[in-house]
């Protein structure tokens, strides 16, 4: 060996070494970061004591199964006389389900997997059967609530057949649609006189504020707020909370429509109302050849409109004098099967949209073919972004499902879930309320009209 050339060498070796594993070292740490970048955001859960998940199961969740054991008593109570006995005994196994569902949800009991005959079972127990044995705290805050829903379909299952066709909130939905008259009123009386007119995004704003009558969250409809949006003036009087309004470019997509159009519907009063005024005008101006109505099969967080409110919300409204010829029309959409309604399972699942491709291919295969979706509400908002605690400045492009067709989302804030903001935004509405994201109080309208499969 040179001892010299050796000598020599030692160092640069030494030296092309470290440059070696630093860049290395930088490499993977640019490759880690640009994953964690990827890397979706967590989901919520009920980790942290005091956040609005935690609070919803502890406090909310747990008075709105009081409130449905309630409703159970008084449906048993106004049919009692006329029924014999052993049916009433029937009838009353629900009650006792009930009250055990209420137990194990306020002691923290271990979930397990449904025990009825309901169509969705399987789907149902495939999502559970990995958390089976885990405590109601242990797990996602969307398994959970759906959760609670889905047992109370579950109790109701297990009477007789006054319990398996009661809706237990239908009288919650039908005082809400009772507080908001005057807005429904005024609502018709515009779209009736503005027909002709291109009116979609005063359409899609009384959409947006209507959806704040949540009884999921609120136990009742407050008439004064309700009545804020009697006219479009009272509409754009609330422009500075809709915090990302992509209305016009909507409107302008819709103009160039001529085909089918699905309503992935959230809340029955006001809200549906205002579903049946958008599919209306749609339907006159001739942008939408066939329109669905996707309701939930099954009475679902509290006011989420099922197929019976339809008969009752038309019914109500052939009583406005102003809504005669509305009523009339819908009527008639409906009989000839230009508006359908459309009760899909997977829409009272515990998945997000993710899973739509897989667990419901005819659904997806039929949405593909839409040339808008209009996503109603809190829920659908929250299953299209994951139940995910994003940044509010995160693009929507990013946080969202891919979907099959163009899609407008359109809710009011009920859940710590938002993307597509602003930072600037983002704190303009957190400075102003510090319940920015869960009070009801702020709006989005965003949409992703390009196809995002």
Not at 79 to 108: F, G, I, W
Not at 366 to 394: I, Q
Not at 429 to 450: D, F, K, R
Request: aromatic share 10%.
């Amino acid at each position: 060996i040179n001892m010299k050339l050796f000598v020599n060498w030692v160092p640069w070796a030494v030296s092309m070494h470290t440059v070696l594993v630093h860049t290395r070292c930088n490499s993977l740490f640019y490759q880690n970061k640009d994953m964690a970048e990827e890397a979706p955001a967590p989901q919520l859960d009920f980790s942290q004591p005091g956040t609005f998940p935690y609070i919803t199961l502890k406090d909310r969740m747990p008075k709105i199964l009081s409130q449905t054991i309630d409703a159970v008593h008084q449906a048993l109570a106004a049919v009692l006389d006329k029924t014999d006995p052993e049916q009433v005994a029937e009838e009353r196994k629900s009650l006792s389900v009930l009250a055990q569902l209420r137990h194990e949800m306020q002691t923290n009991k271990p979930l397990r997997t449904l025990q009825d005959s309901d169509p969705d079972l399987d789907s149902w127990n495939q999502s559970l059967t990995p958390v089976e044995g885990k405590g109601w705290y242990a797990v996602t805050w969307l398994l959970v609530e759906c959760y609670m829903y889905r047992r109370i379909r579950e109790a109701l299952l297990s009477g007789g057949h006054l319990m398996r066709t009661l809706d237990p909130f239908a009288q919650q939905k039908h005082e809400a649609f009772t507080a908001s008259r005057p807005a429904i009123a005024a609502m018709m009386r515009f779209v009736l006189a503005h027909e002709p007119e291109d009116i979609c995004e005063s359409l899609l704003l009384f959409s947006l504020w209507a959806n704040r009558a949540d009884l999921s969250l609120f136990t009742s409809v407050d008439a004064a707020t309700a009545n804020q949006i009697d006219s479009v003036a009272s509409l754009h009087a609330r422009d500075a909370f809709v915090l990302s309004s992509h209305a016009a470019a909507v409107a302008q997509h819709v103009r160039t429509l001529d085909g089918i159009i699905a309503l992935v519907l959230d809340n029955a009063g006001l809200e549906l109302a205002s579903d049946l005024a958008l599919a209306y005008w749609l339907t006159r101006r001739g942008h939408a050849r066939k329109i669905y109505f996707y309701v939930k099969r099954i009475p679902w967080f509290v006011s989420d409109v099922i197929t019976a409110d339809f008969d009752w919300t038309l019914a109500q409204l052939a009583e406005m004098e102003e809504c005669a010829p509305f009523v009339a029309a819908c009527r008639g959409y409906f009989s000839s099967v230009t508006w359908e309604i459309v009760e899909e399972p997977f829409w009272t699942l515990p998945n997000d949209f993710t899973a739509l491709p897989t667990l419901a291919p005819t659904l997806h295969a039929t949405l593909s073919r839409c040339g808008l979706a209009v996503l109603k509400g809190d829920l659908n908002y929250r299953k299209l972004l994951g139940d995910r605690a994003w940044e509010p400045d995160t693009p929507l492009a990013r946080a969202a499902a891919p979907w099959p067709c163009p899609f407008v989302a359109v809710r009011t804030l009920k859940s710590p879930v938002i993307a597509g903001l602003t930072k600037e935004v983002a704190a303009r509405a957190a400075a102003e309320e510090e319940s920015w994201m869960t009070s009801g109080n702020y709006g989005v309208i965003q949409s992703n009209l390009a196809f995002n499969q």
